[in-house]
């Protein structure tokens, strides 16, 4: 009796959860002007009228551009930070590697306020790049985490061999090392991608003036009033959050099997 209550308990808090979204992904296909129900018909209007905002397309290009240097960065840093940690004895290597997991356990709304801070004492004007950097600090952890996570399981010796083989530590790291790591490494950056290309808090604070995301420039819509437009750009982003990181361990998967095989 009492796991029917807790499995009847939780299947009313993702409905809770997840009927706000299901709603707004209705409405983004209804005829209507006005986002109600019942629904009057089933059209792409709102979707045609999207792809001709020119706004909205900004911000689509800005939040592309965005999560795809973030993702770059951060994967990059993030594998050589973790093959420091794990492959050598770094001076402090407990200390640093507390302190590059670190944002995850701030509070965005801090990090976002505390690097703004940080920022006009240096008498730093908001920019692109420093938008860039803060979307670095934020998803860097994440890549980290999970590198590390694969790494450990890699046997050491199999790189030892190669490297008693005649290889270099540099073609040991391209031809052994990074083939195995490969399923994290993707799947490292498609977390990186997904987090900045979704973030809004962070990006409010760090943003330079006339620069939208595509989270932001939801915000700024909705500050005027609902249009059906909002609902349909919902569903797109609610496709790209939830599909990419899907896909993503779809293909992990995969290539780790093949890997296994």
């Known amino acids: 009796m009492g796991w029917n209550l807790v499995r009847a308990w939780t299947f009313?808090?993702?409905?809770f959860m997840f009927l706000p979204?299901?709603?707004?992904?209705l409405l983004s296909f209804n005829a209507s002007q006005f986002g109600s129900f019942p629904m009057t018909g089933v059209s792409l209007r709102w979707f045609v009228e999207l792809a001709q905002?020119?706004?909205?397309?900004?911000?689509?290009?800005t939040s592309l551009v965005l999560g795809a240097l973030t993702?770059?960065?951060s994967t990059t840093l993030g594998v050589l930070a973790s093959l420091a940690l794990v492959r050598y004895n770094v001076p402090g290597r407990n200390v640093i590697s507390t302190l590059l997991i670190a944002p995850i356990l701030v509070p965005e709304v801090v990090l976002a306020v505390a690097l703004l801070l940080f920022l006009n004492f240096l008498s730093i004007n908001k920019s692109f790049l420093l938008l860039l950097l803060g979307h670095v600090i934020f998803t860097l952890p994440f890549v980290i985490l999970v590198v590390q996570a694969r790494l450990v399981?890699?046997?050491?010796?199999?790189e030892e061999a190669a490297m008693s083989l005649g290889a270099s530590p540099v073609q040991t790291f391209f031809q052994i090392t990074l083939p195995l790591l490969a399923p994290a490494v993707f799947a490292g950056m498609l977390f990186a991608f997904t987090i900045s290309f979704d973030d809004i808090t962070g990006t409010l604070f760090w943003k330079p003036g006339g620069v939208e995301t595509v989270p932001t420039q939801i915000f700024a819509m909705l500050r005027n009033s609902i249009s059906p437009e909002i609902n349909a750009l919902g569903?797109?982003?609610?496709?790209?959050?939830v599909g990419l990181p899907l896909l993503g361990l779809a293909i992990a998967r995969r290539m780790a099997a093949a890997r296994g095989g």
Do not use: E, K, S, W
Request: net charge positive.
């Open 12 to 15: 009313l808090v993702y409905i």
């Open 21 to 25: 979204v299901a709603v707004v992904v």
């Open 53 to 61: 905002n020119d706004a909205i397309l900004r911000a689509f290009r």
């Open 71 to 73: 993702a770059i960065i």
């Open 153 to 158: 399981g890699i046997r050491r010796d199999v």
């Open 235 to 241: 569903t797109v982003m609610i496709v790209l959050t």
